[in-house]
């Protein structure tokens, strides 16, 4: 509670405590008598955690997530995207939300391993349900991210009723098994290229030692002809979809981010 308007400040100071609501006085009062008088509910709960990965860097799982969550939010249901590779390019950049106000996950505090949904949303960069939890890039990457704080996100969003859809790293560690230990999906994606698939043998070891639900995306084109369900078979994981290659997608994302038209191969794949 405070005596003018909220500011980016106080948003994240109710993110670090996981405070449900910000609210200024004396133009809030209506609400706080409001807010004061509810009785104690448990959270609506029914949200879902996507964890998508890919085989071999520039597999292309950083724009399959986005893709996720802009086509997860035009059906109205409320999305959380979140960046949890430290050398991720931006999934705000990828988006075209570079300049968007909102935190970043260097402006994150979460203690106790506690975060509200509602406060996440926000302080965050919203638009049309989907909010994006990304790197900065001028910022400390060491500072915010952590396995800890990472589950405490997706826990929140999941309670809250969200699609969450996080970006996970490749590689190893603390991090990623706190990532898959949430996941109610694992998605993997790679190109349908021999070598890919041949990382992708290893990443899906992995993978599978700590989730089982574990499924497949498979991006064209195929150069030398694979097919998904052939990589599928080889790597024993089941086929969610796969997707000729996007016209124009390298352009696109260079000149204002991820736009999804009606016939893209990507929003039906994300579909």
Avoid at 35 to 43: A, K, N, Q
Avoid at 140 to 167: F, I, K, M, N, P
């Amino acid at each position: 509670v405070k005596a003018a308007s909220p500011t980016l400040d106080d948003w994240r100071t109710a993110t670090a405590l996981g405070a449900e609501h910000v609210v200024s006085l004396p133009s809030d009062e209506d609400t706080l008598v409001r807010i004061l008088g509810e009785p104690v509910v448990t959270s609506p709960g029914g949200g879902g955690v996507i964890v998508v990965v890919g085989a071999r860097g520039g597999a292309g799982a950083s724009t399959f997530a986005a893709a996720l969550g802009l086509c997860s939010s035009r059906t109205g249901q409320r999305t959380l995207v979140v960046e949890a590779d430290r050398y991720g390019s931006g999934l705000d950049l990828l988006l075209g939300w570079e300049n968007a106000p909102g935190l970043r996950w260097s402006g994150l505090v979460v203690e106790g391993g506690r975060v509200s949904g509602d406060a996440l949303h926000g302080a965050l960069p919203s638009k049309n349900g989907l909010s994006v939890l990304a790197l900065g890039r001028t910022d400390d990457r060491r500072t915010g991210l952590s396995a800890v704080a990472a589950a405490a996100v997706l826990d929140a969003g999941r309670a809250g009723g969200d699609l969450v859809v996080c970006d996970a790293p490749r590689h190893s560690g603390d991090l990623s098994d706190a990532l898959y230990a949430a996941a109610d999906l694992v998605v993997l994606v790679l190109p349908a290229e021999l070598r890919a698939v041949t990382s992708a043998e290893a990443v899906a070891d992995e993978i599978s030692s700590r989730n089982a639900n574990v499924g497949l995306v498979v991006r064209g084109p195929a150069p030398g002809g694979l097919r998904a369900a052939d990589i599928a078979a080889a790597l024993d994981l089941s086929l969610l979809t796969s997707m000729r290659a996007e016209p124009g997608l390298a352009v696109r994302l260079e000149r204002g981010g991820l736009a999804l038209g009606r016939r893209s191969p990507l929003a039906a794949a994300a579909t």
